[in-house]
């Protein structure tokens, strides 16, 4: 089935998901989305690049989304891909959906952004606009999390009505990592 991949944030695990995509589509042609949208309004700096590997020094400064548009056709040949060069809005959710749909491809969204903010209200359109958010992750002061969500999870579900039972579950699961450290 062919598939769009809108994603909000363009930093290290953006970074990681568009390499790994890109050689998993070289295994399997399917994996390979038609079209990728990247929104993030901030841009590179030097501190981004230990860890946000598809940037270069000369990047600095930089809008985070257009080099990683730029470094596209290098990594997933033949994807029409867009630079959002803004922080997430509503209405470019809504335009890449009906892009999307119009052209008989399902959309596959991926919340990688830190900010709790973004997540709330990128995964409140989702759900307004009744697609699904499929990944949802982030870096945090004591590591990283990272969520999968697959193809039966209602889409009138967004992070925001779950975000206290999840806080709990990332507590929990914190908790028992260190005792199994121990």
């Known amino acids: 089935e062919p598939w769009a991949l ?3 944030s363009a930093g290290a695990l953006t970074n990681g998901l568009l390499i790994a995509l ?12 038609r079209r990728v949208a990247i929104c993030d309004g901030d841009t590179i700096s ?3 690049l230990n860890r946000q590997i598809l940037y270069e020094f000369e990047d600095r400064g930089r809008p985070k989304s257009a080099v990683l ?4 056709p290098e990594l997933l040949e033949g994807v029409a891909a867009t630079a959002l060069e ?3 809005e509503a209405a470019d959710l809504a335009g890449f959906v009906a892009t999307a749909k119009a052209a008989g491809e399902r959309v596959v969204i991926a919340l990688l952004t830190d900010t709790w903010a973004s997540r709330h209200e990128a995964s409140e359109a989702a759900a307004l606009l009744g697609v699904e958010v499929h990944l949802y992750a982030g870096t945090h002061f004591t590591g990283g ?3 999968a969500f697959g193809a039966g999870l209602d889409a009138s579900w967004c992070l925001a009505c779950g975000t206290e039972q999840l806080q709990v579950r990332l507590a929990e699961e ?3 990592e260190c005792r199994l450290r121990e």
């Open 6 to 8: 809108f994603i909000v």
């Open 86 to 88: 803004r922080h997430f």
């Open 145 to 147: 999390r990272a969520r």
């Open 69 to 72: 548009v730029e470094r596209l």
């Open 46 to 48: 030097t501190s981004n």
């Open 22 to 33: 890109s050689h998993a589509s070289r295994l399997h042609p399917a994996l390979r989305p």
């Open 174 to 176: 914190a908790a028992e």
